[in-house]
């Protein structure tokens, strides 16, 4: 049996001389070769390098420019503010009157250089007065969007409707006299004006009101029990929450991406309170001023990729041996990677199988060039013989998020490193033999080690403790008994005397 130390011995030199005589007999050493052209990117014209795009491509581009290459994320951020004070002012215009329904218009419903302004006088022994108890005016105008906003998200409102308001004294409250000299009393709830603003789309087949002001007791005039409230000077109407008014915005959007409507309204509610024939006269209704603005930022979708891809070409030869494989790049970031997007990365693929342990995440990225990895990529196992071999570097976003400004990804020193040996034909052989030689060397000296350098009783105490272990079911281990052992012990001396003997008895 070859004890452990000499078969040791024998496989350091193996190991050794394995190598010096492939070294020695092969006609041909190992080289590297790149396997790619325009690493650097320098190519403009009929460049190598192919651009694949995929998903919302609104969000994505790639280019190749001053030796780079270029993943290039389209974020956006816009603010509209076309909307500001008197209405058809400089700052406002393409207001237009327009009919609420069925409604009939006030007496007096005009743009001027106050606002939109309403003078309405009611007189119900006039003839028609009584269907004028109820008029109404909206004051319209159509707001156009540059981008398709189905692209944005809504990330802050703002909304600002000012108003002043001066009627006479004959409009009724809650708190004026009605105790009348001719005919009942028929107050409910008075007279009101209510002053509002609504967002709908352009056909206005929905609306909905964001702000609004109902009076109570203007026009109360009951002293000294009442003081007169005859007047509101300038004021704001009660809004909905910003969030509320994002939602809105939000909502009529969804029905024409890039348009919708505002409108402003005054409605006046006469109630016939008065049985000798009511009168409520409305001096001056005005809304002064309407401020709208919004900021919208852009939504980058998940699941968008952006490539650059080149097809290496084959690494063919019956005599040619893959030995390994490198792949590495360098990359940048011109500006700090959103943490929205934790998950987005960068990526490369070969013969389009994804290399896993290739990913790295962009929140890593710096402003500065790094390599990829250290040392580079091993990719001997997707290398294949007689196969074009495909080099595919992809930016790939899994997250949905919203971005404020474009931002770019830089990419470059493309390495793609393949070792070879190449061997004459006649001497292939004997690569194969050197290779299946260590091989079965390795095989050798694993069952040694672990199995027949121990005598065969200690093996089958050693199997015997394996199965104890897995809780196997065991057979008896058989032993000689103590009676035979000692037998065996003395036949073997009793045979050494007698050989000793008969050489003695040789040499007499």
Request: glycine letters at 6%; hydrophobic letters at 40%.
């Amino acid at each position: 049996m070859v004890k452990k130390k000499n078969l040791g011995i024998i496989a350091l030199i193996l190991a050794l001389v394995i190598p010096v005589f492939i070294f020695i007999f092969l006609p041909e050493e190992p080289y590297s070769q790149a396997w790619i052209e325009d690493p650097s990117f320098d190519v403009l014209v009929d460049s190598p390098w192919n651009i694949e795009k995929d998903g919302d491509l609104t969000d994505i581009n790639a280019s190749i420019v001053a030796g780079q290459a270029k993943f290039e994320i389209l974020g956006d951020r816009k603010t509209y503010s076309g909307l500001t004070g008197t209405p058809n002012s400089s700052t406002s215009l393409g207001w237009k009157r327009v009919r609420n329904g069925n409604f009939l218009f006030p007496d007096t419903a005009i743009i001027d250089n106050r606002g939109c302004f309403v003078y309405h006088y009611l007189d119900e022994n006039a003839a028609g007065g009584q269907v004028r108890n109820y008029p109404s005016v909206h004051w319209s105008k159509n707001i156009s969007l540059p981008v398709e906003m189905k692209d944005y998200v809504i990330t802050s409102a703002y909304i600002d409707v000012i108003f002043n308001a001066s009627v006479d004294a004959n409009v009724d409250t809650p708190n004026d006299n009605y105790t009348l000299p001719v005919g009942p009393d028929q107050f409910a709830i008075g007279d009101d004006v209510t002053f509002y603003v609504e967002l709908s789309d352009l056909e206005n087949s929905f609306s909905y009101r964001i702000g609004e002001f109902k009076s109570e007791y203007l026009g109360q005039s009951n002293p000294p029990l009442f003081p007169d409230i005859l007047n509101i000077t300038d004021r704001k109407l009660n809004f909905v929450s910003e969030s509320d008014l994002i939602a809105t915005l939000t909502s009529v959007l969804e029905v024409d991406n890039h348009n919708f409507t505002i409108t402003l309204g005054i409605d006046i509610y006469c109630e016939d309170n008065d049985g000798s024939g009511d009168h409520d006269e409305w001096d001056e209704l005005i809304i002064k001023s309407c401020d709208l603005n919004f900021t919208y930022e852009k939504k980058i979708d998940q699941f968008s990729k952006i490539s650059f891809t080149q097809e290496a070409g084959k690494i063919t030869g019956d005599n040619v041996l893959i030995v390994g494989g490198f792949m590495n790049f360098n990359y940048s970031i011109d500006q700090e990677w959103p943490s929205s997007a934790p998950l987005s990365e960068i990526r490369f693929y070969i013969n389009d199988k994804l290399y896993e342990e290739g990913t790295i995440l962009l929140t890593s990225a710096s402003t500065s060039f790094q390599e990829a990895k250290i040392g580079g990529f091993d990719i001997t196992s997707f290398l294949e013989k007689d196969v074009n071999t495909t080099v595919s570097i992809q930016l790939f976003l899994k997250d949905n998020f919203e971005f404020n400004q474009s931002l770019i990804v830089f990419l470059d020193e493309v390495s793609f490193i393949v070792e070879i040996i190449e061997v004459a034909e006649d001497m292939s052989w004997l690569v194969y033999t050197l290779i299946g030689s260590i091989l079965i060397l390795g095989v050798v000296i694993t069952l040694y080690n672990k199995i027949f350098q121990y005598p065969k009783l200690v093996r089958k105490i050693r199997s015997l403790k394996k199965k104890i272990k897995k809780g196997k079911k065991l057979k008896p281990l058989s032993l000689s008994s103590h009676d035979d052992l000692i037998k065996n012990q003395v036949q073997k001396r009793m045979t050494i005397i007698e050989m000793q003997n008969d050489k003695e008895s040789s040499l007499k």
